[in-house]
């Protein structure tokens, strides 16, 4: 839907829900969003403003994994009194009446992601507490009990198929050459499966896009719950040392991060124990990586989702197979 058509769907709906029929819709935006669709929107009531991010899912698409926003919703309320940041659930709900599908609504913050050019300006003495934060949060919501917080999204996945589960994206690459070391990694990671994994709430795709701050470098919201789920905790840092593993990338990083060993330790000092063989995690991350470079490389040269940003990340296809080897070799 286009913005003209979401601001006349957003006048009824806050007329209804603030309960006041003078109410004034204004700074209707679209909102960077991966399996869904966000927009920000501010709502003024009785001489009162408040800004608001509208969640909602693709159009088109079976309302089920990535593309249920009511499940999204679900781990944001559930979680909201801990000590994970995370926005607040203002409204949700599944009458498509308001906006042709599911929904859900959150308070919006004032800030940004380190991915983007503040956290680029970062230097690293201001990074490390910026990012010590993030580590913090994710121990916090590793340390939660899925069966209190969200005892009807269980029982944990396994990891066998976390593994094998990106054999068909490996086989659709748009340069086998770049994750020729694919068939290694993989039978590595298959021979040191973890046999007791830790099990709780993982984010799925907890990276530095994903961790929301204030200009002054405050944590508000871990955002993006599009792959949540209840299974191996570790696999979220195993994706977000991934990001800060300078090794695993052929031009290096863009931000100025502590080392891994330093998130790590950040983590494991909140987490309180050890929390179990970190380094195949991290091994899993940079296979799931190269793959999924690999197949947006090909989803761009055959003109199925154009984006020239891949012709360059797959580069690092390679970078990041190696890595996953040194990793499992205990490098």
Same mark, same amino acid.
């Given at each position: 839907m286009d913005l003209a058509e979401l601001s006349e769907r957003l006048m009824p709906f806050c007329h209804e829900h603030l309960g006041d029929p003078d109410v004034v819709v204004s700074d209707v935006e679209t909102m960077a969003g991966h399996a869904g669709f966000s927009f920000g929107f501010t709502a003024t009531s009785k001489g009162e403003s408040k800004s608001y991010v509208l969640r909602v899912p693709p159009p088109n698409v079976r309302r089920v994994g990535t593309a249920d926003v009511i499940r999204q919703a679900r781990v944001v309320d559930a979680i909201r009194d801990t000590d994970v940041p995370v926005a607040s659930v203002i409204w949700s709900g599944?009458?498509?009446?308001?906006?042709?599908?599911?929904?859900? =609504?959150?308070?919006?913050?004032?800030?940004?992601?380190?991915?983007?050019?503040?956290?680029?300006?970062?230097?690293?003495?201001?990074?490390?507490?910026?990012?010590?934060?993030?580590?913090r949060a994710l121990a916090s919501l590793h340390l939660l009990d899925w069966r209190e917080y969200v005892p009807d999204d269980g029982p944990p996945l396994e990891l066998e198929p976390d593994v094998t589960r990106w054999d068909r994206f490996y086989e659709r690459s748009g340069d086998m050459d770049l994750v020729a070391l694919g068939p290694a990694v993989r039978e590595k990671l298959l021979e040191r499966l973890p046999q007791t994994p830790r099990a709780g709430i993982f984010h799925g795709d907890f990276q530095w896009s994903n961790v929301l701050y204030s200009f002054d470098g405050t944590l508000q919201a871990v955002i993006d719950w599009e792959l949540w789920g209840v299974g191996a905790t570790l696999n979220d840092i195993g994706w977000v040392i991934t990001f800060a593993d300078a090794a695993a990338w052929k031009h290096g990083l863009r931000l100025k991060l502590p080392s891994p060993d330093d998130l790590i330790a950040e983590y494991v000092d909140t987490y309180g124990?050890?929390?179990?063989? =970190?380094?195949?995690?991290?091994?899993?991350?940079?296979?799931?990586?190269? =793959? =999924?470079?690999?197949?947006?490389?090909?989803?761009?040269?055959?003109?199925?989702?154009?984006?020239?940003?891949?012709?360059?990340?797959?580069?690092?296809?390679?970078?990041?197979?190696?890595?996953?080897?040194?990793?499992?070799d205990g490098g």
């Open positions: 599944e009458d498509e009446r308001w906006f042709g599908s599911p929904y859900f =609504i959150v308070n919006k913050f004032e800030g940004d992601v380190l991915r983007n050019e503040w956290g680029q300006s970062l230097s690293y003495e201001q990074m490390r507490p910026v990012a010590a934060q993030a580590m124990s050890d929390p179990g063989d =970190i380094a195949w995690y991290r091994a899993l991350g940079a296979y799931k990586f190269a =793959i =999924i470079s690999g197949f947006n490389l090909y989803l761009h040269r055959t003109g199925k989702r154009p984006d020239e940003s891949w012709e360059d990340t797959a580069l690092s296809a390679p970078f990041l197979m190696r890595r996953a080897l040194e990793l499992l």
